[in-house]
């Protein structure tokens, strides 16, 4: 939330950032205090964005809660072009108006795949069928630009589904995520990830005796210290 929060749900609620109510913080000087728009407003105008560690130590959060069950209606999807109708998607994207906050969209070029692709992926929120996904996406700029090949477009009926297929489960939007991928697993793998061929044993043997999960114990020192 200190360099701004990116989100999926950004286009109707905003960053991470604008949806914090309060900071709390131990300063330089070791005081304790708390930041609002109206409590320490500069501090707090400051943190929405501004980075972390300038001020202090942020050791908690409020956060303002959105509404989650037009999320839990979605489908993702992915679509590709050819690589040479790059420039037409690239602008069509940059004129989008977001359509109100109902689609996540991203691009990326693909040169990994004969012939190379400029792609399209994302989630469609608050939609009741994959078909209702590609109504809406067909009013969109970017899918206006001829020549698209469909490679996936599905339903689902959780937030975390889409999240998923959106995040390192899904390869950044490029594949479904296995649906016995759970969240510990997914933590595990992004643990492991670092390693190399010429390091992995030793990387491997280093994460499991540390334990990077974190247990009971490790935030029992958090609330003790605060």
């Known amino acids: 939330m200190l360099g701004g929060g990116l989100i999926e749900m950004d286009g109707r609620y905003g960053l991470g950032c604008d949806n914090v109510a309060k900071f709390q913080y131990i300063l330089a000087n070791g005081s304790r205090v708390s930041a609002t728009a109206k409590v320490n407003s500069e501090l707090f105008w400051a943190s929405c964005g501004g980075g972390g560690g300038l001020f202090g130590i942020v050791f908690g959060m409020t956060m303002k809660l959105g509404n989650r069950t037009p999320y839990d209606r979605n489908a993702f999807f992915r679509y590709d072009w050819e690589i040479s109708r790059a420039a037409e998607v690239v602008q069509a994207y940059s004129s989008w108006d977001l359509s109100e906050g109902n689609i996540s969209l991203k691009l990326k070029s693909d ?3 004969i012939p190379p692709v400029i792609r399209a992926f994302g989630v469609c929120w608050d939609v009741d069928s994959d078909t209702a996904c590609e109504a809406a996406l067909n009013n ?3 899918f ?3 020549g698209r090949i469909k490679r996936l477009n599905q339903f689902a009926t959780s937030i975390l589904d889409a999240l998923k297929f959106m995040g390192k489960a899904g390869n950044y ?3 479904i995520p296995f649906e016995s991928l759970t969240f510990e697993m997914s933590f595990l793998n992004q643990s492991f990830e670092a390693a190399s061929k010429s390091n992995s044993v030793r990387w491997a043997n280093t994460v499991l005796t540390y334990q990077p999960r974190p247990g009971l114990g490790y935030f029992q020192r958090v609330i003790d210290f605060c």
């Open 111 to 113: 040169f990994a795949v």
């Open 140 to 142: 969109t700029s970017v």
């Open 144 to 146: 206006a630009v001829p």
């Open 173 to 175: 939007g490029q594949k």
